[in-house]
């Protein structure tokens, strides 16, 4: 028998359950539960930097279609932060069309290889306390961002995903391959404990092995979990049209002469856009 009354008692997760505070379905089984995540409000943040040279958004509706198809209970619970990367054709997103919670933002300049800056306002804009970076032809499948919204993410510890690639029979985890660098989960605080990414290697391609170098050598661990899985076939080349070199030659010679890591955030002009609210439907 437990003397201790209840009212003095860390109330447990069948509590609230039982009290009806929380909308869960399953509890997460890689991730330690994270008891205070149990409130409907947004808990994380996904964060894509887009650049559209084209004026065709198919591959960013088809991103933002999937995430519509998962329960409410997530879909309450994440947010969506949308930073227009200078695209010449401003995105735009119809109103009444998605049921997401959805913060569009623009970068005011077209700079070259800015995705470190686009990154960097979208975490600062974030109210969450987990942020997830993306690729706009990546979706973060439904389980696994349930287990990061009532997950915990240590301070210490970058969350990389599995690739899941389309076959014959569906969606299957990709043999052989390596999480995509570029996508992960992170702890707000700690991104920026870490000042973000180093703006001063805007125009060079390479950003994100910079800061895995970075990170790594100041403690940060990586943890593989869940997956994630392509939306649209060939979305960049659909959404690109650019002749920027993807040659590594001028990161590695940047982080040859590196000293330190720079402190600016926002070293460019940028606007809010529009915002959309998630609307629970009527029970």
Known sequence: MNLVPKFLRKKTVMDKLSEGTVTYKRLP???SLETDSFINAPKISLIYGIYINKSDFTPLYDMLSVYDSYDESIKNQMELILVDDGSPNPLTIPENTFNLNITLLRILEDKAWNSCGARNLGACYSQCSKLVFSDLDFVVEEKTLESLIYGKINPDEMIVFHRQVLTENGYARAKHALCVPNIFAILKSTFLNFNG????????YGDDIYFRKYITSHGMNFKRFGHIRE??????SIALEHSLSRDLTGVLEYLKTKQGHTKVMLNFPWEFV??????????
């Open 231 to 236: 939306t649209t076939p060939n979305a960049n």
């Open 29 to 31: 089984e890689t991730l």
């Open 197 to 204: 990414y180093d703006e001063d290697i805007v125009g060079t």
């Open 274 to 283: 529009a915002s959309f609210t998630f609307s629970p439907s009527a029970k």
